[in-house]
Each structure stands twice: as C-alpha cells, then as structure tokens.
C-alpha cells in the first residue's frame, strides 16, 4: 500500500514533465497548426543552456532556469520565422510545414550532438536541487517537486492566459482563422510570435525540469518528451491545456505502475498502445470538443 | 544540370581513386612486404553514443601500434551498425588491410559478425561484452567479460563486510548487462546472502524514480546495479539521496572520467569491479600507464586499455602469421594464440574469448574518486 | 575503380533502399494519405526477411514476395482502421504506429532478437535493388494514365468531387494504402539486406521522417520525386562529408526547410517549365494550380 502510494506520487512527478511539454507542443498544433517535429530540440536546448549556465559559468539554478526558458522561446520564434511562417504565408497546409520542421529537427538535433560531443552530463550537484523530504507519510524528492509546482504554474497560468485575457482570446482567434484575427484589430504577426515563444518556452522548461529529474542532459533528451508529449496532446484532447495536464499525468502513473506492477518493458506499450486507442476510437480525447479539430491548419 | 555535376564530381573523384591506387601500388611495389596484409584497421568511435570513450580506445590502440610497429588505418564508424558497414567495407577494400578491430556496442558487434564471416576478415572486438559473441577464426574478442570479474568480487564483499541480503538492478533488454546481473545474483546467493529479487529496467530508461522506490521497498544490505554506466550511477545517485545506506556493487562504467566528474560525491562509497585501473597492483599494468603517459601527458583509462590490449593482440597474430600472409592465415594466428600478457595479468584464450583472473576491486572515496579496496581490515 | 565502388557503393544502395520507402510513402500520397506507416510495413518485411533467412535459409525472391504480401495484408487491415480518420489524425495516427511497431518488435523477443535485433545473411545486389526501383516505377508510370490513377488523382484534389463523379474515395485509398504497405515490405526486406542487422531503432521514427521527408523533398506529384528526393537524402551528406567533416547534417537539415520554402512542391515538379517541355501531353494538361489541401 504504502510502495502503490509512493509509486503513484513517482507517477505524477513524471507525468507532470510530460504535461509540461504536451502544453506546449499542443499550443504550437492547435494555434499554430504545426506538428513541429522540432519542438523535442527546445527542449533539449533549454536543458543545454542550463547545463552550461551552472557547469561552465557557475551561475545559480534557478536564474539559469530562468534564462535557459527564454532561450528556447525565443529559438521557438526564430523556427516559427525562418521555417513555418513562409509556409503559413503561402496557406500551406499541415504537410509541408512537418517537413520543415523535420529539417529543422534534423538541424538543432545535429547542432546538439556537435556542442555535447554525443556526451552525456548532469547540472552540478552543487548547485541543482537535490535530496527528499518526507510527504505525508512519502519520500517526495526536491527535483520532483519542481516538476510538480512546474506543472501546476504552465497549467493554470496558460489556460487562464487563453481564456481570460484579451492577449489570450487573439491567439485563439488566430488559431481559428488568421484572416477573422486580422478584421477584429488583432496584428497576426505579434501574436503567432508571442504563441510561438510561449510554446517554445514551455519545452524548454519541460526538458530542464526532465535533465534535473533524471540526472541525465545529453542531445536526445527531448526526444523522448516529444513522442510522450504528443502523447499526452492526443489523450488529453487536442487544444485544451487542462485536457493535455490530466494527459501527461496519466501517462506518467500509468508508465510507473506499469513497470512496478507488470513489467518494464510494457512502459512504452502502455503509452502508446493508449495514444492509438485515442486516435482511433476517441480523437476528440478526454477533454477536446469536435470543434477543436477543425482548428488543425496554418 | 545536377547530373551533369554529379556525373563530373563521380568522374574526378573516380579518377583521383585510380591515381591513389595506382600511386599505392607503385610505392608498394619496392616493400618487401608488398603482398602481405599487415596492415590493421580499426573502426573508431570517436563520434556518436560511446564517443566518451571512443577517444580513449583509439589513444589506446594507437600506443600499442607504435610499440609493436605496426600500421593502423582509422575509419571513423560512429558506434551506428549502418556507418560501421560503410567503414568495414571501405577498409577491407584498402590494399593491406588484413584484420579490423572494432566494437564497443553489441548492437555494432552483431552487425558486424556475418560481415566479417562472410568476408573473411578477422574481426578482433574490444569492447562488446554480449555473451557467445566470440566466433573463431573470424570474430575474436581479447576484451574480458565484465562477469569473469563480478562473480569473484561479489562473493568477496558478501563474506567480507558480513551481507545477510542483496537485491539487484539490471537492464533486462541487454543480454551482456542480464549476464552481468546474473553472475552478481548467483555468487552473492552461494556467498551466502539472501537474494530479495531482481528488479528490472530497460537500456533506454532515464527515469527511475519508480524502480528507486521498489529498491527501497525491499531493505536489502547490498545493492548491485547492472544497467549501462549513465543508469547506474543515477540509480545510485538517488538511492543515497533517498536515505539508502547500505553496499553498493556497480557497473565500472559508472566510473568512467565524465561520470565521476558529474556525478562528483554523489557516487561516494560504492564498490565496482574492473579489470585495469591506474592504480592496479598488475606490473604489466603499471608499466602500460607510464608509456602511455609519456605519449599523452594524461591518465589511461579502462577504455584506453582495451583498445590497447586489442591492437595488440591483433598485432600478435600479423606477427605469428608472417610476412605476405592474407587474411585467411591472419585469423588462423589469431585463434591460435593461447597466453600473452597483458596490463589485466596473463590472459589466457579459449574459442577467441580472452579470460583473465586479476580483476580489481575500487571503491569511490568520499571525494568521489575511485580507490583500490583491498579489503575490510584494510 | 574498384576501391571507388566499394566506397561509395553501400551509399547507392542505401539511396535506393530509401527510394522505396519514399515511393511506398509517395503511392499512399497519390490518394491524398499522408503516412509514415511505411516504417511499420518495413519492419513487417525486414524481420520477417531475417526470420526466413535464419530459420529457413530462404533466399533473395521468397523474402521478397513474403515481405511484399505481408506489407500489403497489414496495411489491408490497417487501413480498416485508420481510414476512417480525417486526415490529420490518420496522419497523427500514423506516427503513433510506428511507436508501437518498436513496442512490438521488443517484445516479439522469438521473431525480432528483441532489443538485440538479428542479424541478417544478405542476399541482394544493387542490380537487384535498382531493378526493384525500377520495376515499381514501371508500374507506377503504366497506372499514372490507368483509370485508377486518374481516380487516386481526383481523390487527392479534391475528394468530394470525386465522390460526385462516382469514385469511392474510400476503396481508392484503401488500395493505395494497401499498394504502399507492400511496396514498403520490399523496401523493408531490401533494407534489412542491406544493413544485414536490424534492430527495434531500424524501423522507427528517423526512418519514418526520412521517407517523408525524401518524398516531399523530391515532389509529391511525380514518381521520380521520391526516388531524385531520397538519392538527395542519402546522398547529400555523402557527399557534404567527403569535403568537409562533421557539419553534413546541418547542411542537410537547412536544405531541407530550404527547399521546402523556395520550392514547395518539391524538386520534381510536373508543372514546372522545364518538365512541361519533356513531358508527354497528359502530364502537362494537369489542372491548374491549386492550393494543396489535404483534408
């Protein structure tokens, strides 16, 4: 019992980075209508900025994490400029601008590999947090926590960003229709940018959070973050950002369970055994509307 | 347009590969040696996955070459099946070129295997460590077996530090790590250690929070940890982390140089078995660290060792195999060679597996650096 | 001479491996199907190639027809599944197979070696993997004037008016779905020769992304795209390597978004001035120039 708990709260800490980068991965598809294979590498560029930030430069964690967010936003927006955007120009549709970002994938991957040298390092321990405390009767470690107050701090603020604020309906509205943005006084170009940035940024505090859960920063780390991130997008229901948190968080639990209860090699099964069964039987997802699915265009 | 380049690109390059053939074989033809292959290639690593520690095997294996005074032709093949086809390939179609020596990955090795079967090129591996990958006269591997070591110091630890339970840790979707586990498992049971079970993860696993907890869960006095070196020194680093006192019995990958640089104190007290460190008792060892300091100006590391005792070995079998003889009689010396000495004691062969019996036991120190144990009452 | 083949050989054969995987992906495409199922039909031929190889000794022709005829039945039943879906998710849900081809392939332990992979005897020469290129192109260019490749055209444009005109867009996809899956097969059987190793990572995403990426980077509206794109995927970063070191795949990544900005309909392209002089009638009577919508 006391093992069922503990792995469930390992299960959220996890699932909670997933969400994390399912957010903005889904913030790019739904507003931006990029399935950006790309988006794997903000991530992994954020970890890296961090990494040499307190390695190399020896500053602090959290400033390092602060920077290390804004670099990939802002590499996000330089993408979405150089890449997506002549395409959205054109009205080009999903296929052309995937393959872009395959380009661009192939292109920050290798750029990654080249500044690691195929290494594989950790943030000092000196400096990142570290050890456990108790929790209710459980051992929650310091690193979880961050991944945790990340998630609830990406999920509440970025829905309350779309859904409350005017800066939050136009990225909706140009989601729906650029043109429809335009006519209602909205100047496209900022906010496909400020989406842009907001997405990228998210990632790349996923794939910080993930480097510091799991001691390992290296040029691939956010390749696992897109496939279970697209996961979580797909499950929780595509465009909706509590939707991609229940998403993320079930998966982590579902993944940890998995491998506690049944077996370590199933852990990937689970996952995308349930993104295929979403796919086919529930596109919609857990908490996506019908409407939702038509906003998949550039 | 394009294929009018690309035919004009083909044609230069074509016939700047004739002239260097035909310039090789001019500058051959006045050796006494001008049939012979006594040329060994090497696939490297010094790009990719194990580029860690591709840069070691290769300083390795280039001392040996100059000691021994043979000739060595890199080809860089990246640890990826597909670019080390490509580089075997391209070096078994250089004139000379009468062995290769390769491999760090299993996964390599085995793409390897029927290449060189097939071709009739030795293959001398000197990192993978699957089992039964040895296959004479083509494939043969000097590297020793991490299990020939972990069976011995296991048991030692049992007995020595009076263990009463063990549980274990191994990646179950890599044959060599599930020999090493085992091996752990069996000599740690007969030692007298009660087996609490083994837990299982996969190669490609990062987060281990849940496999931490199951650990945790069973109180065990010892844990041995066979996942690759990244995964056992983070299930290490949060087992302490998480309150976990007891033995720790690791992969020696955990140890390599930029491990134990960023995991620094975090490894602090956990014991692992290997066959060459710089502080080993060997005197063969002893005097491969000075020659290869005066080369390098640094440390050797295992990996270092390896790529050495690998050329070599390999350099051995050109030699026993004499002036002007093909690949064919080249494997055959190879497999035929039973002892050499080595900076792992004296190993000996069998089926092209080398053996030896002088494995080291290191603990890392408070400082995070690995010392020689040499026993409780030390 | 010699010496130039044996180096630069396996890099013709890997290009054209490649093509067929693009022309696999680009026959799918000819119904308006964008997938990357290709990689789980190539699984489907390469493992089951090394089964028959090891377990058999089956040679080069029954791998081939095996690899071809599961390729074809797994996308038959797929495409029960998945077409059915509009087409973004189809295409999403084409991604998400090929997560789960490398599930399977890792715990099929007895038929795939695991995470180990197999090894594989090979048994193919480049004449034989030029002349299967050769031979799917052959069909391809027969079909491209056939009355099934004028309905798999109509369909792609614009599938309602197909539909008017009294084509089932459903049974058009579904054979173009299935026809890919076998190409794919072949493809898989021919990689796994090549490589003579395959393992759970031979057939997942990078391929997947490869084949597409080929496709749509040598034009999706000609069948010589495919095969010019993959010859330039492959070939490219040979190419790129062989004068300067180490930056060959961000050259290739930068060609790509490259292309794709300044030539989206890829480098084959049918409508083009310099094709509309060569090409036959019926080629340059295409309709005229509409916005790619894939709905």
Redesign the interface.
């Known amino acids: 019992m006391d093992v069922l708990a503990q792995q469930i709260l390992n299960g959220l800490a996890l699932g909670s980075v997933y969400a994390v980068f399912g957010v903005g991965f889904g913030l790019m598809l739904a507003t931006l209508g990029v399935l950006n294979a790309a988006h794997g590498t903000f991530a992994t560029w954020g970890a890296l900025t961090v990494l040499y930030l307190v390695n190399d430069v020896g500053l602090g964690f959290w400033p390092a994490l602060v920077l290390g967010v804004l670099v990939s936003g802002v590499m996000a927006v330089i993408v979405d400029f150089v890449a997506f955007q002549p395409i959205r120009r054109r009205g080009g549709d999903l296929l052309p601008a995937l393959i872009t970002s395959i380009g661009v994938w192939i292109f920050l991957l290798a750029a990654a590999r080249m500044v690691t040298g195929a290494t594989t390092s950790r943030y000092s321990p000196d400096a990142a947090p570290s050890g456990s405390f108790d929790f209710l009767g459980l051992t929650l470690g310091r690193t979880q926590l961050v991944s945790l107050l990340a998630v609830a701090v990406v999920g509440v603020g970025l829905h309350t960003l779309l859904h409350r604020t005017r800066v939050g309906a136009a990225m909706r509205a140009v989601g729906h229709s650029p043109m429809a943005a335009s006519l209602g006084g909205v100047n496209p170009v900022l906010v496909v940018a400020v989406t842009a940035f907001l997405s990228g940024a998210v990632a790349g505090l996923a794939g910080i959070t993930m480097g510091l859960n799991t001691s390992t920063v290296n040029f691939m780390l956010g390749e696992a973050l897109l496939l279970k991130g697209f996961a979580a997008v797909i499950i929780g229901g595509f465009g909706d950002v509590r939707g991609t948190v229940v998403g993320g968080l079930l998966i982590g639990v579902a993944e940890v369970l998995t491998a506690q209860y049944v077996s370590g090699s199933l852990r990937d099964a689970v996952t995308f055994g349930l993104l295929l069964a979403f796919l086919v039987f529930r596109p919609r997802g857990l908490f996506g509307s019908a409407a939702s699915m038509q906003t998949v265009r550039a | 347009m394009v294929s009018k380049l690309a035919r004009r690109t083909a044609a230069l390059t074509m016939a700047a590969a004739l002239a260097t053939t035909s310039l090789a074989a001019c500058s051959s033809a006045g050796g006494s040696d001008s049939n012979g292959a006594t040329k060994i290639g090497l696939i490297a690593a010094e790009q990719g996955p194990f580029a860690f520690a591709g840069a070691s095997y290769l300083k390795g294996a280039e001392l040996a070459a100059e000691l021994e005074d043979v000739e060595l032709v890199v080809e860089e093949g990246s640890e990826d099946p597909a670019k080390s086809i490509t580089a075997f390939n391209k070096l078994t179609g250089q004139e000379g070129v009468g062995q290769v020596v390769c491999c760090v990955s299993s996964a390599v090795a085995g793409a390897m295997k029927p290449l060189a079967t097939s071709k009739k090129v030795p293959l001398v591996v000197y990192g993978a460590t699957t089992p039964d990958l040895e296959d004479p006269p083509f494939v043969l591997r000097p590297a020793l077996l991490p299990q020939q070591g972990i069976a011995p110091v296991s048991a030692r630890l049992v007995k020595e530090l009076g263990i009463t339970s063990a549980v274990h840790v191994t990646a179950s979707d890599n044959d060599g790590l599930v020999a090493q586990s085992e091996a752990a498992r069996t000599s740690t049971e007969a030692a007298g250690a009660k087996d609490l079970g083994t837990v299982k993860t996969l190669v490609a696993d990062t987060d281990f929070s849940g496999a931490v907890t199951e650990i945790l869960s069973k109180d065990a006095d010892m844990v041995t940890v066979y996942t690759l070196g990244e995964a056992a020194a983070t299930i290490t680093k949060a087992l302490r982390e998480k309150g976990y006192d007891g033995v720790i019995l690791a992969n020696n990958a955990v140890a390599t140089a930029p491990l134990l640089k960023s995991f620094g104190k975090t490894l602090a007290d956990t014991y692992y078995s290997v066959e060459y460190t710089p502080a080993s008792s060997i005197p063969a060892a002893a005097e491969f660290t000075k020659a290869y300091e005066e080369k390098y100006d640094e440390k050797p590391d295992l990996f270092a060792s390896q790529g050495y005792v690998a050329v070599k070995y390999a350099a051995q079998g050109a030699s026993e195999a004499g002036d002007g003889a093909d690949a064919a009689k080249i494997a055959d010396a190879l497999a035929g060679i039973a002892e050499m000495d080595s900076p792992w004691g004296p190993l000996t062969f069998e089926d092209g597996q080398g053996t030896s019996e002088d494995f080291q036991v290191v603990q890392i120190d408070d400082a995070g650096v690995p010392q020689l144990w040499t026993g409780a009452g030390a | 001479?010699?010496?130039?083949w044996?180096?630069?050989?396996?890099?013709v054969e890997?290009a054209m491996a490649n093509a067929l995987f693009a022309l696999g992906s680009w026959i799918a495409m000819w119904a308006g199907v964008?997938s990357m199922a290709g990689a789980t039909f190539g699984a489907v031929g390469g493992f089951s190639a090394a089964y028959l190889d090891l377990h058999m000794g089956a040679g080069i022709v029954v791998q081939l027809l095996v690899g071809a005829g599961l390729g074809l039945g797994v996308a038959a039943l797929l495409s029960v599944?998945?077409l059915k879906?509009?087409s973004?998710?189809m295409?999403?849900?084409t991604?998400?197979?090929v997560?789960?081809t490398?599930?399977v392939v890792?715990?099929a332990e007895e038929y795939t070696g695991?995470?180990?992979?197999t090894?594989?005897?090979?048994r193919v020469d480049l004449v034989t993997v030029i002349a299967l290129v050769a031979l799917v192109c052959y069909a391809l260019a027969r079909l491209r004037r056939s009355r099934y490749g004028m309905a798999a055209h109509a369909v792609r444009e614009d599938a309602a008016v197909a539909a008017a005109l009294g084509v089932n867009p459903f049974t058009v996809r579904a054979v173009a779905f299935a026809a890919s899956g076998l190409v794919a097969g072949v493809a898989g059987v021919v990689l796994a020769n090549l490589?003579?190793?395959i393992?759970p990572d031979t057939f997942f995403?990078t391929l997947a992304?490869t084949m597409?990426?080929a496709m749509?980077?040598g034009g999706t509206y000609h069948w010589a795209g495919p095969i010019v794109g993959a010859i330039v995927f492959v070939g490219l970063p040979e190419?790129v390597r062989?004068y300067v070191d180490?930056v060959d795949?961000?050259m290739?990544?930068?060609?790509?978004?490259l292309i794709?900005?300044f030539m989206?309909r890829g480098l084959i392209d049918p409508r083009r001035q310099w094709f509309r002089r060569r090409a036959s009638q019926p080629v340059a009577q295409e309709p005229a120039p509409q916005?790619?919508?894939?709905r």
């Open positions: 001479m010699g010496g130039f044996d180096q630069y050989r396996s890099v890997f964008f599944l998945l879906l509009e973004h998710w295409a999403m849900a991604v998400a197979l997560l789960i490398r599930v890792l715990s695991g995470s180990v992979g090894g594989v005897t090979r490589l003579q190793y393992g995403i992304f597409v990426a749509v980077l190419v062989s180490g795949e961000l290739t990544g930068a060609l790509l978004v794709m900005v989206p916005p790619e919508v894939v």
